[in-house]
């Protein structure tokens, strides 16, 4: 079931992804690691309420009205999409630094977009340490273990 949902998948050192079917995205997503923008450790959640695939409210503290800003300031588009990209990663030695190309990375945490870059949106990744992700009904990760396979034997 996870494998029909992906348009197109990719994987890098220390993680794997997908592109998820676009329009089919709902809930709640908090970055509370990092993010491309404030740069560094998030002190606080950015809580993204997704619905149908697209971004309808971005809340949290000093750092999501930074986002928010910096969103209304370089996008030329509405940056509102959310299903482009959703990533594992698996690798346990990867450190949480507060930079976003390591912390991406490491076993268990995902990394999230929003915005269309083709579109004229910012392209904008976020960190969630501890996620709990299903496709079709099937969970594969809970609260940041991989499920399927059970990769969490390494940590």
Known sequence: PAQSR???ARH???????DPVRGSGN???AWDTSVHYPRGLLTEPILLTIKEGRVVNIEGGAE??????????HSLGNNDEFDIELS??????SPIT??????????GKIHTAIG?????QLH?????????ISVDGEVIVEAGRIMIPPLDTWV
């Open 124 to 132: 904008i990744d976020g960190v969630t340490r501890k996620p709990t």
């Open 6 to 8: 992906a348009a197109t």
């Open 12 to 18: 890098g050192a220390g993680e794997f992804g997908a």
């Open 27 to 29: 809930g709640v997503v």
């Open 64 to 73: 999501a009205r930074q986002l928010l800003d910096y969103i209304a300031e």
């Open 98 to 107: 507060g930079v976003l190309r390591t912390d991406k990375k490491h076993y």
């Open 116 to 120: 269309d870059d083709k579109k004229g």
């Open 88 to 93: 594992i990663g698996f690798n346990p030695k």
